[in-house]
């Protein structure tokens, strides 16, 4: 008898990883600015009035917060592939950076395509540009005056 798993038995795993990983990459376009201008809110309310430290703690926490999500979301990646199966290897060349005369068929067939967390997050930046778009478009009104 085999050892381990039976074929797709991880689905639930790689499903709620796939969900944390668009929770993640959502929330470095959404959540992280709107926590950092609320902390950044927090500093000016206790001051009175604008500041520079309140424009300075904004920048500061978006960062921090940022790096976290991304790092977070970077080995939330990894995992993911670990657990599919994803050969793990050496970084590959962008496409633009290889010699055209390296290209051979057999080495352009051994590519895996996009990763996961790629596919989720190139997801997220269009949901997120169409949603302006709408907003924009359809919503935001005209701020010329009538």
């Not at 959540?31 to 500093?43: D, E, I, L, N």
């Not at 939330?76 to 592939?81: K, P, V």
């Amino acid at each position: 008898m085999a050892a381990g798993p039976a074929p797709g038995g991880f689905r639930p795993r790689r499903f709620a990883l796939a969900a944390l990983m668009t929770v993640l990459g959502v929330n470095i376009w959404t959540g992280a600015p709107v926590f950092a201008v609320w902390v950044g809110s927090k500093v000016q309310e206790a001051q009175g009035q604008l500041s520079m430290l309140a424009v300075f703690t904004v920048v500061v926490v978006l960062a921090v917060v940022v790096a976290v999500l991304a790092i977070a979301l970077s080995a939330t990646g990894a995992y993911y592939d670990r657990l599919t199966g994803r050969p793990q290897g050496a970084r590959q060349a962008a496409p633009w950076l290889r010699s055209m005369r390296g290209e051979r068929p057999q080495e352009i067939a051994k590519e895996h395509g996009l990763t996961s967390l790629e596919k989720i997050m190139v997801g997220s930046v269009v949901g997120g540009v169409l949603a302006f778009e709408i907003w924009f478009f359809f919503f935001a009104g005209s701020s010329l005056p009538t």
